[in-house]
């Protein structure tokens, strides 16, 4: 009924009719509005996975890359990782007497967040570090599979792992079922990450890039362990996303989705390859349902890349109007 | 036949009613002799693979992970990337007239392949550096393609990659048969091997794991490109090879095949985990074949390795009882 009241003219009509050929009378879609995008998306899939199309892809090279926060997930009012590493030091004080009187630590103790957002990367990559480093990979793991399952986003009252985005994982399982390889691209911790993507994504481990700090194999009398070290090995992020691609996946992506500036390079690299290319980038528009910023966002800043993204005509999904729902939740 | 002349008293007889029972009157090892070791493998793969088993090992867990060198193809008389390296060197000697006095370079260009050896490890990585940087990584695939097609090695006058293992093969195809993902984990350089895994073994780049120089993604004036750095970033071999399996596939694998000291921690960090684990090593003992070789070898020391081996109960193939052929091209 909703596609039947959308009209764009014989071209839009053009590509529903084969849009229904390619996908049948079921909408892969549900909880994404008619309208440009979601022709876009469907268009884009139909062509590339046809056999017989101009714009055929072979499979192999049918890969999918995927921002997490802000793309896949809410990353309002601070990125959920963040967050982790807040309670982190909370639950770590009693054994780190000295962070009383050492900022960002001291900031963060007395709930002075304004306090720490003014030591800027500096603070939060220290936080980041004294919560993220001193232990086994697998007590890491734990730690952050016991923190989803208990800790609660404030605004929504819900573990973050609802406030993942429905409308992408929709788009997500359509991508799979058409035999693309989808892989998340974050400048999240990859660790932080593949502990819980492929139930919540269906994203195995092995399919997750992102940022790291350098991690050492000790054989431990005869028990092997992997210890994670206070520092970086690999920032995922800005012109480190190609970088990640290609160390990871080896293959151009001929499908990429994100949401910020720190999404443009692997936006232009996918862009820059061979063939049918579809980029991708959230607007977050919605303030009522979720949150809205874009240019002024010290989290999720979206400027730069909204401006290639006009032009050079990528894919902009406006949350308000292209999203019927946004979380799972809601359906 | 074969089978039904091999003896192992009532456990092999039981172990090769259930094989059969898995794997039906069809060998999925034909260029394995019976013995021990193929016993060892089908047993494994029965094992965690039958529904019901007590080692049933769920799918996304089915991580299977081997070296290349010395273990999915021959690594003799010097590692294959090598010889491309040395090969570059000549086909850049006249864009490098310095190199006239330089060693290793020197060495090289006059064929004093003693007095390159003479300087260890410092000269193999100063040759590596000097032809795996300051290009495009397309334009060194292209180079690593175009060499695999005309370069002949110098023993079996065959190109590099019809010197890969039957017997391996044919146990890299059982494993995906049987839902297992299949990875090369490797010292050599993942972008020497990424261009021709999938073709050759069957393993797609995404799961290829190895060595690697610092790459650096320059836009390039609208066209991005990812250029090679002559600086090492990551050194897939011994401790780093359970990193790399960390950092590149996130779990740890069930099933590792390795043939030298390089693989040794691969194997432990593998057989660590809980439950059904199997770790095999080559040992080559075919000087007519292949090549013999063990604890005195610079290429592919099999030393350390074997006595853990040894020790642990950890399955070694003898090359030349183990194996019916060792190349495709003897079939």
């Known amino acids: 009924m909703l596609r039947r009241s959308f009209g764009l003219g014989v071209v839009a009509v053009g590509i529903a009719a084969a849009t229904r050929a390619a996908f049948g009378q079921n909408d892969p879609l549900p909880s994404w509005n008619d309208g440009t995008v979601k022709m876009a998306i469907l268009d884009f899939v139909s062509r590339t996975t046809s056999a017989g199309s101009r714009d055929f892809v072979l499979v192999p090279e049918r890969i999918a890359t995927f921002d997490n926060d802000g793309t896949l997930w809410t990353e309002m009012p601070v990125y959920f990782q ?12 009693p054994q780190h007497p000295e962070w009383k009187d050492k900022p960002p630590f001291s900031y963060l103790l007395a709930g002075d967040m304004a306090g720490v957002a003014a030591m800027g990367e500096k603070g939060m990559v220290e936080v980041v570090a004294a919560t993220h480093s001193g232990m086994t990979v697998a007590d890491f793991e734990r730690t952050v599979l016991d923190w989803l399952a208990t800790a609660r986003h404030a605004r929504f009252k819900r573990p973050y792992t609802e406030l993942v985005y429905q409308p992408m994982l929709e788009l997500m399982a359509l991508l799979r079922a058409k035999e693309f390889k989808t892989f998340i691209v974050s400048g999240g911790g990859i660790d932080f990450m593949r502990p819980w993507t492929e139930k919540i994504y269906g994203i195995p481990p092995e399919q997750v890039v992102g940022s790291s700090a350098v991690v050492t194999y000790d054989f431990n009398s005869g028990k092997p362990v992997l210890l994670k070290e206070p520092k970086v090995d690999f ?97």
Chains 1, 2 share one sequence.
């Open 82 to 93: 963040f967050m982790f590493a807040i309670d982190r030091v909370k639950a770590l004080a």
């Open 235 to 331: 920032v995922d992020d800005g012109p480190g996303k190609p970088v990640g691609i290609y160390r990871f996946i080896g293959r151009r992506p001929v499908f990429a989705f994100g949401n910020s500036d720190g999404d443009q390079q692997m936006l232009e690299y996918t862009a820059g390859g061979e063939g049918a290319r579809f980029m991708g980038l959230v607007h977050h528009t919605d303030a009522v349902r979720e949150y809205a910023y874009d240019r002024q966002s010290s989290v999720g800043r979206l400027d730069k890349a909204w401006d290639e993204a006009v032009k050079r005509g990528w894919i902009v999904v406006d949350m308000k109007n292209d999203w019927k729902v946004i979380y799972p939740f809601e359906k």
